[in-house]
């Protein structure tokens, strides 16, 4: 039986939240049979530890995504430092920066995104990564670091061949969404040509971005992530039980996942 790993779900989002229970069911019919569900304000942290604590297979990460990061105080970082040491937190994120949007001042992301890693560095944590239209300024700031932030995931990769390779080069990994299956996603299916299977994970993002052929589906779901996994094996001319069998044991070592 295939069993993969959503290393980047967002449970506790509006109808996924709602049937969550029919939501996992459909996973564990899947094959997808653990979860990673991600915070990205205060309120979602707290939502997705209580979730994580009601599933064995089940795990959480909780950050301030860049949108929010104008609304963070010190107490803020506080209330995330406290919550980082709960058994079934695996990793801080998701954190880091994204121009496209700009909700947040871009000096202001860049201090909170140093205050997460400084976090990571301080629990030996892993780091999920966003980065939109800011990678250069996103590795400078993980440069800059460190050598003690060893664990980074560029999560969503929707970068080129050149960027997946300075990440690699950098010792960190890549996660690829169902974005990886569309029509006009040539360049990022040529990133995850080059990107070692010790080095990639696989996740949904859901409820965003259903993969090829369910893209009509607008609620995404763990579940869909099969067809992810079955695009990428394809892709790298393996059998979907060998490539599963090989994300899986990066994403468990990766997290420290006691699955």
Not at 32 to 37: D, P, S, Y
Not at 158 to 163: K, L, N, T, V
């Amino acid at each position: 039986m295939t069993r993969l790993i959503d290393t980047h779900c967002h449970l506790t989002f509006g109808q996924l939240a709602d049937d969550v229970e029919q939501v996992i069911a459909r996973s564990l019919t899947a094959g997808v049979t653990a979860w990673i569900t991600v915070g990205t304000d205060p309120d979602h942290n707290q939502k997705v530890i209580e979730l994580a604590r009601k599933y064995d297979n089940m795990y959480a990460a909780v950050g301030v995504h860049p949108h929010d990061a104008k609304d963070v105080t010190d107490q803020a970082i506080r209330q995330l430092h406290a919550l980082s040491q709960n058994k079934k937190v695996v990793a801080i994120g998701e954190t880091g920066l994204d121009f496209h949007y700009d909700h947040s001042p871009r000096d202001k992301q860049a201090e909170v995104f140093k205050s997460h890693l400084q976090l990571a560095q301080e629990l030996n944590l892993p780091v999920i990564i966003h980065s939109r239209e800011a990678f250069d300024e996103t590795m400078e700031i993980l440069q800059r670091s460190g050598p003690d932030l060893e664990k980074v995931v560029f999560h969503c990769f929707s970068g080129s061949p050149e960027q997946a390779k300075i990440v690699l080069d950098a010792g960190f990994y890549i996660s690829f969404t169902g974005v990886v299956t569309f029509k006009n996603a040539e360049s990022i299916r040529q990133a995850a040509e080059i990107v070692p299977l010790d080095r990639l994970m696989l996740e949904t993002d859901c409820p965003y971005m259903s993969p090829e052929p369910m893209r009509k589906q607008k609620i995404n779901e763990p579940a869909l992530m099969i067809h992810t996994a079955k695009f990428l094996a394809e892709l790298k001319g393996m059998d979907l039980p060998d490539f599963a069998a090989s994300v899986t044991a990066t994403s468990k070592s990766f997290f420290n996942m006691n699955l």
